[in-house]
């Protein structure tokens, strides 16, 4: 036997166990996004790495070394999508949906990212995003944040700390970036080799560095609310109301600065304590100069995705996802002779109760070890169809689970039987 292939380090699999957990997380963002007039789209998950590199910016992690990039039989540098904003964006633009209209776009499906894997943090893994086009206003930040909010509170992932912060405009973040990059100039000595080559590039990436050696330069840098301009600030303080208004609640943190450059104004991260160094679920933020550079008009823009693997791992611990239903019941031939038959009589069951779970342990074997696997699937009766009940036009019905003893009745007699175990 030659040695088995392993999967790819950082692509996970999701084992039939985590199912009822992502169906419970898909089911919901699909429920609750739909009620807020969100449409779905389906975007390829390669586009031209051109994209990426001019949507996500080119001094960034993702676009320095963490792209699957690779060139394709024709030459064409193509990437697989670290993120879904960008492909969101080109297709709106290409498709014509920004032609006075102001689309409210989610989709789902894997991102592609080369980190370093570990809890939380994969090669391959799954987002939900939303994306509102054409609003301006702070309103539909509020909406926006509201709905983040509602949907992790359908899921029951308890603990979470919502923080929302203002980038300002390009003007202010200009003002800023020169402000960043004089004090930490001053302290160039305790730079590490990261933030030396960002400093000029991409100041603000520097305030996230994790290296302790340059934690009380940081603290002591300027900070960006200090430089906002009078209309992202009255912007902002409406958020803020709008937010109090409703109810939810927040923190302001003014070092909440994101990793991609699309951003400007609003972002906002939800934060679980319970999940370690990759706390964050949920993230956006208002991206309003992306479409023009993308090459469409300028559009005001604001969204966010979740993190599927991160979120799945909360209700799990949590236990907020309703279990897979077991089957009604499982059907066993009790004779190989009557396969055919028994197989055409699973089939008028189903059509004729459509809410109906059946299972059949097929492959033949002995009664005693199809009963064993129709146990084993968790079903609540099983109906045996011998040779002797075959004759008579009748079916066993042995209870599974609870101590009813086990009936003989006819087979016209199912659906009322099988409806009965339903009702319960
Ligand atoms: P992001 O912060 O890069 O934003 O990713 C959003 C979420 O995806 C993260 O908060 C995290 O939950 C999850 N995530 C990111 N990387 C990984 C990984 N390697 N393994 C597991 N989960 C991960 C964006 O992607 C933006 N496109 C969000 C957005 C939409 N902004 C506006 N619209």
Known sequence: MSSPIQNVRGFGDVLPAEGPAWAFVEQTFRRELERYGYTEVRLPVVEKTELFSRAIGEVTDIVEKEMYTFTDRNGDS??????????????????????????RLWYSGPMFRHERPQKGRYRQFHQVGAEAFGVPGPDIDAELILLSGRILRALGVRDLRLEINSLGTQAARQHYREALIAHFEAHSAVLDEDAQRRLHSNPLRVLDSKNPAMASIIDAAPDLSDYLDDASRAHFQSLCDMLDRAGQSYHVNTRLVRGLD??????????????????????????????EMIGGRPTPAIGFAAGLERLVALVEAAGTAPPAPAPHAALVVGDDSLQAETLALAEQLRDQLPWLHLQMPLGGGSMKSQLRRADRSGAAVALIRGAEEAAAGTVAVKYLRDGIEQVTVATEQLPEILSALHAH
């Open 78 to 103: 193509l990437t697989l999508r670290p993120e879904g904003t960008a492909g969101a964006v080109r297709a709106a633009l290409q498709r014509g949906l920004l032609h006075n209209a102001q689309p």
């Open 262 to 291: 699309y951003y400007g104004g609003t972002v906002f991260e939800w934060i679980s304590a319970d999940l370690g160094a990759q706390g964050t679920v949920l993230a956006g933020g208002r991206y309003d100069i992306l479409v």
